[in-house]
């Protein structure tokens, strides 16, 4: 009787052990520029996060129009600068249109071709990623291509992807990657098209679309919140582009630009919320940056501020399963960081965890 009184306090005791467990919330950031150079502010808050990871584009794939061969884009240089103390995981972005019409001998090729260019940069890591925004007409080949690269790497190496957050939504139809893991992208869920969308990069209305059915996902997932700012480019009520602020020309040039009335963009991005994001009216004709601006055209000022991206943390915890997993914020720039109070952050920090 004793022995088993003791034997049901031990498993009480275990069982207490892991059901109070804490799941662990590692912070990243991903790295998408074309030469990798880290100011002292971006040091400073990898510090401050505790950050030990980077997932760091390594170049883009697309079809070469005239040759009909997939290519890389952007190839990233200025990878031997990087401390050693930070964790560098490899991303390729391949744009949809690659694995159209793509035959299996193509697809093994550009599975080999793409490692081989991977590993050209950096030959050892602990994780591979990939980022493509795969439709019902490129899954079977974004999957059988994803198959190829677990074939090529080592079995010590995790194999991700990104995940949208309508392929989550709607899993049935657009299919569970193979993969080891995934990273759900918690942004860019509005209609980017329409010129009165709130904010198309996040509002909690949109995402309440999708997060009841984060937990049903059949990938462990790491997740992605943003900290990048665009401005969405609009000509005759289309949607032309969209504008990164390093593109962008001087935005309160009244000799260019006419702030909408009731507009918000008051003491910098503090004021702006996801009712009011700054719209602006060009009045004159203007090139700047390659980028050419006809009068008329409209340009709308898209990002989150502290409020928005701690609610948007709290929502996203609220609705995870309880895992270890990466809080990886998009993207990792000087200028995205300095938008935000550092107690922003630690905030974010102690939601996931």
Known sequence: MQ???LKLATVLICFSFFSCKKNISEFSFYYWKTKFEISPTEKSMLVDLKCKTIYTRFFDVDIDEEAREPFPVGIINGLDSISQNINIIPV???????FLNSGKT????????????????????????FDCDWSGK??????????????????????????RLHQVKYALKSGIPPVDRGTLMFYNMGNVHDQNEVNSIYDQ????????????????LDAALPVFTWYVHYRNDALIGLISEKDMPIINDTNIFLRFKDSALENGYRKIDSKNNAKFKVITDHLANGIFYKTNDVLKLETLNDQQLIEAAELLNTNLKEEDRRIIFFDFDEDNIKKYDKETFTKIRTIFN
């Open 138 to 163: 490129t899954k079977e080949n974004y999957f059988s291509f994803l198959q190829e690269i677990r074939k090529l790497i080592s079995k010590d190496v995790k194999l991700s992807c990104t995940i």
């Open 3 to 5: 022995h088993s009184v």
């Open 205 to 220: 209305k949109n995402a309440e679309k999708y997060t009841g059915f984060i937990k049903g996902y059949k990938l462990p």
């Open 106 to 129: 193509d697809i093994s090729k550009l599975a080999q071709n793409i490692i081989k260019e991977i590993n050209a940069l950096k030959d050892n890591y602990n994780e591979l990623q």
């Open 92 to 98: 390729v972005f391949i744009t949809n249109r690659t």
